[in-house]
């Protein structure tokens, strides 16, 4: 079975940096790609970034580009997402989602860590 | 960026009735390949996103017949052929044609 789980979020002032941490097991991890999609609470799936199998290949949205680095160990089975210069803006939950065959197939997502940007 | 609009932005829908919902993205999703990667999720109140439906009409392992995707080039549409309690939520249309990846703003179903 197909697990996620992704940890590392919490309270974070303006400016500050996180780094989310998602453990996948149940699957080939270097396998595939993958990505994280956030959620402000309330609102609507946000795409953020995505990684290739062996971390040669990322993709970020326009609002993290710069600011936010996604990478990849897949000796441990882990994606990361390495977000600097936070802002408000950022507060959502943080989902990891695995890409499976073909674009657009996100057949497995973990549970979603909160991140609380606030002064 | 694909902008992708969905309508309507709510439902009530009748148990055992059909439902559908509309997706329009404001350019074609046919990816060069030929292939339309548009897909369909469904997120329940405080849970992850779940997917339904990918590359326009291919139901995810375990998703039930009665939901199906249909559409072409720009317009897209997802059915419910009858819909049960567990169908409520919040329903997604994602384009993974090309990057940035873009979703919908979400269409929420409940039962009337």
């Known amino acids: 079975e197909v697990q996620l789980l992704e940890s590392g979020g919490g309270l974070v002032h303006p400016e500050g940096s996180l780094r989310l941490s998602c453990v996948a097991s149940g699957f080939s991890f270097s396998t595939y790609t993958m990505t994280w999609v956030r959620q402000a609470p309330g609102k609507g799936l946000e795409w953020v970034s995505s990684?290739?199998?062996?971390?040669?290949?990322?993709y970020y949205a326009d609002s993290v580009k710069g600011r936010f680095t996604i990478s990849r160990d897949n000796s441990k089975n882990t994606l990361f997402l390495h977000m600097n210069s936070l802002t408000a803006e950022d507060t959502a939950f943080y989902y990891c989602t695995k890409r499976g065959d073909t674009y657009g197939l996100f057949d497995s997502w973990g549970q979603g860590t909160l991140v609380t940007v606030s002064s | 960026d694909i902008v992708m609009t969905q309508t309507p932005l709510s439902s009530a829908v009748t148990l055992g009735q059909p439902a559908s919902i509309s997706c329009r993205s404001s350019?074609?999703?046919?990816?060069?390949?030929?292939?339309?990667?548009l897909s369909w999720l469904h997120q329940r109140p405080g849970q992850p996103p779940r997917l339904l439906i990918y590359?326009?009409?291919n139901r995810l392992s375990g998703v039930p017949d009665r939901f199906s995707g249909s559409g072409a080039g720009t317009d897209f549409t997802l059915r419910i052929s009858r819909v049960e309690a567990e169908d409520v939520g919040v329903y997604y249309c994602m384009q993974a044609t090309q990057f940035p990846l873009t979703f919908g703003g979400g269409t929420k179903v409940e039962i009337k």
């Open positions: 350019q074609s999703l046919v990816h060069s390949d030929g292939n339309t990667y």
């Open positions: 990684i290739s199998g062996w971390g040669y290949n990322t």
């Open positions: 590359k326009l009409s």
